[in-house]
Each structure stands twice: as C-alpha cells, then as structure tokens.
C-alpha cells in the first residue's frame, strides 16, 4: 500500500497515534538539536497581520512547538482531512484566537481565492492522490505574493529502516524505506510545484537519528507499513533481539534522514 493511496491515508492518520510514535522517536534521537517545527517556522517571512493556511494540520505540531513566536496579529487556518486530527489539534489550540480549524481536502480547499497569504504543506503532499489538483487549489487561494511553504522527503530517508522491515517482510524488495519512492519528494519536487509557482527554492535539512532504544523505534516500524504484519509476533521479538544486539554492539543504531523544505512563490 503506497503513500498516495486513500486507504493507506484513512487507515493512518485517522487519529494522532501513529504519527505521535513516529515523532516521538524523531524528537527523543535527533542529532540536531534544533527541533524540526522551530526549523520550518524560522523559514517563514511573512508580514504582522499574515492570514496562513495550513494543509494536513495533523495535531498542529507545528503550531504547538512555535507558541511563543507566533505574531498576535496571525490568522492561522488549520486543516485536515481526518476529524480525527481535526479534534486532537482543537483540543491543543481551541483556546488561542488566532486559530481557526476545518476539516477539508486538499484536493478541494473550501476557500475563496485570494483568502491566505501563505500556506505550509509540512509533509503531507506525498499522501494526495492528485497533487496535481491540490497544488492547483493551493495556488487559487493563495495571494498575488503568496508563499507555499512544502516539506518532504528524499530518497535516503530512513533507509536502514528498509533493511529491519525486511527481516519482517522477506520478500519485501531491498530499495530503502520508500518502496517505490514518494510521489513528491525532495528529488521531483521542484518540477511539480514549477507549473503553478513562479519560484521554486530547495531548503535541505542536515540532520540523523542516533536511537539508544530498541522500544521507541520498533513503535515507530509498528506505526506504519509493519502493522499490516499481525499475527508476526515471533518475528516482532526477534528483530526487536537483533536491534538489541546491534545497540549493544555499537552503542546506538543510526537512521539516515533526508528532509527538507521547498519554498514557492506565486
């Protein structure tokens, strides 16, 4: 089951959960110290009174990590296809005034064109099935000067993931994490943003995990495409005792990752 597919989609982010594993393990191990969403804030130029657009909200991680910078003149619209996530981040974020939530499809922005001075798409592009149409839609309500601020990931992130997925799925094939790639990633990005932005630039992210747990990063295998492996408890324990065994022989396990940010303007 690939990333654009809408079962995969409904089935994972119907509530925090999973993504809650798969960030936890990123925030507890990261060897930058700069968290990601302070990152992705640091990117954003935009004036006192800035109307936003957030595309794929999840929780409102974003948000969250980056309170105490937030200009009060912002009018920040979050979104998601998934109530689930609609009701986690209005339980976080129903209190401050400068938040506004509705669920909504990227493929289909219930907006009028012209509403927003920016919109974020903080990795979530590569779950819609017509990105085509979404950008589309980003850039209508989007204004004259608008700024899409769209994160992803390239091809070598979490590739020694695909190495401890296959001691599950044997007859997964060897090609990293991504299966078959993402269908908007750090590679092909560019090109698919440049038919609706007029300015299309690559921020990369330097960064790893170092994991000193086996736990947290069998959650996050768990989170994700390794769920589909119930019933495979006994091959659940021994790649949990290989992992051990790696950790205690290196004295932590390394995970690639490969991120980034485009920032495109209309």
């Known amino acids: 089951m690939s990333y654009d ?3 995969y989609v409904s089935e994972q982010y119907r509530d925090a959960s ?3 594993a798969r960030t936890a393990l990123h925030e507890r191990f990261s060897t930058n110290p700069h968290p990601w969403q302070r990152w992705v804030f640091d990117e954003f130029d935009l004036p006192a009174g800035a109307r936003i657009l957030e595309v794929g909200c999840g929780p409102g991680n974003l948000w969250t990590g980056n309170l105490d910078r937030l200009p009060a003149g912002w009018e920040v619209t ?7 996530m609609i009701q986690a981040v209005k339980r976080r974020l129903a209190d401050d005034e400068r938040f506004r939530f509705r669920q909504a499809d990227a493929q289909a ?3 009028g064109d012209n509403a927003f001075d920016a919109a974020v798409a903080n990795h979530v592009l590569y779950h819609v099935p017509d990105r085509g149409r979404a950008l589309s839609e980003m850039a209508r309500v989007l204004g004259p000067a608008g700024t899409l601020y769209a994160s992803t990931n ?6 020694e993931m695909g190495r ?3 001691f599950l799925f044997p007859e997964r094939p060897d090609d990293g994490y991504h299966q078959a790639g993402i ?4 590679e092909n990005g560019k090109e698919q943003l440049s038919r609706w932005f007029g300015g299309v630039r690559l921020l990369r992210r330097e960064d790893s995990l170092f994991v000193t747990e086996v736990g947290p990063l069998l959650d996050y295998l768990m989170s994700g495409t390794a769920a589909h492996a119930a019933g495979r408890d006994g091959e659940t324990v021994a790649l949990a005792e290989r992992l051990e065994r790696e950790l ?3 004295g932590g396990i390394h995970v690639t990752k490969d991120t980034g940010m485009f920032v495109a303007r209309k």
């Open 5 to 7: 597919e809408p079962g």
């Open 18 to 20: 999973n993504l809650g």
């Open 78 to 84: 979050l979104t998601d296809a998934s109530p689930g």
């Open 109 to 111: 922005l219930p907006f």
């Open 154 to 159: 390239g091809r070598d992130h979490n590739r």
């Open 164 to 166: 401890m997925l296959r």
């Open 183 to 186: 269908g908007f990633s750090l």
């Open 248 to 250: 205690g022989a290196r």
